[in-house]
């Protein structure tokens, strides 16, 4: 449980915002490298609007997955349905904490089957089987440490950094903030 006090009081400090895609209860948000609308892939707006919690979450990432990984998903109370990860390549490692009861994965089919306590980390390739969260009460948290299917080859590597009290997300040398946005085709431009 320790390794997650920091994360637990960033969301606790400010909740997740609500993923308007997701038709569900609860709140879930991609880190890292994700899948954008209309143009090829780059990292998700989370990293450079929340940078102290994505290096957070790196790491943990970095001490605890043990594969590469592009993404990841924090979910915040989140009650997903039935579903295969369908934009995930090969394995994913998931593991949940918090103040919750119930709460089990439910594998559907394979090797897997089952209810599975996500406290104690899962690691499958979720794009291949059906999953689904199990009721619960309390404060359920659950990171998934992923690979997306089609990561651009050219993609500049992040860092998050501390600079006078404040953290900033950087896209190889480039600074990302409100000011200096990633690109969008849909963004407002600036005259």
């Known amino acids: ?39 090829k892939p780059d ?14 979450l790196l790491d943990y990432g970095n001490k605890n997955v043990p594969f590469p990984f592009t993404s990841i998903t924090v979910n915040q109370n989140y009650q997903a349905q039935p579903h ?13 904490f918090g103040n919750y009861t119930g709460g089990e994965l439910k594998i559907h089919e394979g090797e897997l089957e089952g209810l599975h306590d996500i406290r104690t980390p899962v690691i499958t390739d979720f794009s291949k089987v059906i999953h689904s969260v199990e009721d619960f009460t309390g404060d359920r948290y659950s990171l ?12 500049l590597l992040p860092d998050v950094k501390e600079e006078d009290g404040k953290w900033y997300f950087y896209r190889g ?4 903030t409100k000011k200096n946005p990633l690109f969008h ?5 600036k005259h």
């Open 1 to 39: 449980m320790d390794d997650f006090l920091e994360i637990i009081k960033e969301l606790e400090r400010k909740p997740l915002d609500i993923n308007k895609y997701r038709k569900t209860i609860g709140r879930s948000q991609v880190y890292g490298i994700t899948n954008r609308r209309c143009i």
């Open 84 to 96: 295969k990860d369908k934009g995930n390549v090969g394995q994913s490692f998931l593991v949940g």
């Open 185 to 189: 085709p849909l963004q407002k431009k």
């Open 43 to 56: 990292y998700s707006r989370n990293c450079w609007v929340r940078p102290y919690l994505y290096k957070l």
């Open 144 to 155: 998934v440490y992923y690979n997306i299917r089609n990561k651009p080859d050219d993609i």
């Open 173 to 176: 040398n480039e600074k990302i």
